[in-house]
């Protein structure tokens, strides 16, 4: 088994500040995800990544950047916060290849 | 794009009764994944199916790929039970999950 962690579980940022947040896995996958989930919605796909120095932008990628660092580990900034983006960002990671994925327990982020 | 629609969008339930959760989908599916998510906490995955039908505890699941569908049958309704659904599937080899609006179940003694 593993585990996904993300850090922070609450993040608190002021309108047009620069944020990030961090995941971190020990599946020992390829693949990491970030997707954002809007109160009582489904969620989006913000950017993934399918192999170390791989990036891929997804559905919902316009005012965020990510990097993933290592392996292990996959951030995401958002660029400048907004009030209406609001929620929760869950990371997630599967084998490459498409494969099932396993999800983090999310930071949740509030803009002032 | 490729769309995901999941009914009903809610379901209330007594305690004991079973439940039909459905999902349809705008492109044959490669992958299929239901998971569960209690109010403020995080997404688990309960399913993986991108064909045919698997078990396990309680649930049951059935992907017929070339009808675009799958469902997911709870058996004797716990309270514990209660929360939001997901269905989520990709197309062709790539690794984007879409998911569905969810479906919010309330099991109530």
């Known amino acids: 088994g593993g585990i996904i962690t993300q850090t922070p579980k609450f993040l608190i940022g002021q309108e047009g500040q620069k944020l990030t947040l961090k995941c971190q896995q020990n599946f020992n996958h390829d693949t990491m995800y970030w997707y954002r989930q809007d109160s009582g919605k489904g969620l989006r796909l913000i950017y993934y990544s399918i192999t170390e120095n791989d990036l891929q932008k997804g559905d919902l990628s316009e005012g965020y950047d990510a990097s993933r660092e290592k392996k292990s580990s996959f951030s995401l900034t958002v660029t400048s916060a907004q009030k209406n983006e609001m929620a929760v960002f869950l990371c997630?990671?599967?084998?490459?290849?498409?494969?099932?994925?396993?999800f983090g327990p999310g930071t949740r982020l509030t803009v002032l | 794009g490729q769309q995901v629609q999941q009914s009903p969008a809610s379901l209330v339930l007594q305690e004991g009764e079973n439940a039909e959760l459905q999902c349809n989908f705008s492109?044959?599916?490669?992958?299929l994944q239901w998971f569960y998510q209690r109010p403020g906490g995080s997404l688990v995955s309960l399913l993986y199916n991108p064909s045919g039908t698997k078990h396990t505890g309680r649930l049951t699941s059935t992907t017929v790929t070339k009808e675009r569908r799958s469902s997911l049958h709870i058996s004797s309704s716990q309270i514990t039970d209660s929360g939001t659904y997901f269905c989520?599937?990709?197309?062709?080899?790539?690794?984007?999950?879409?998911f569905g609006q969810g479906t919010v179940l309330s099991v109530i003694p």
């Open positions: 997630a990671s599967s084998m490459m290849g498409g494969h099932e994925q396993y």
């Open positions: 492109s044959t599916a490669t992958q």
């Open positions: 989520a599937m990709t197309t062709g080899g790539n690794n984007k999950l879409t």
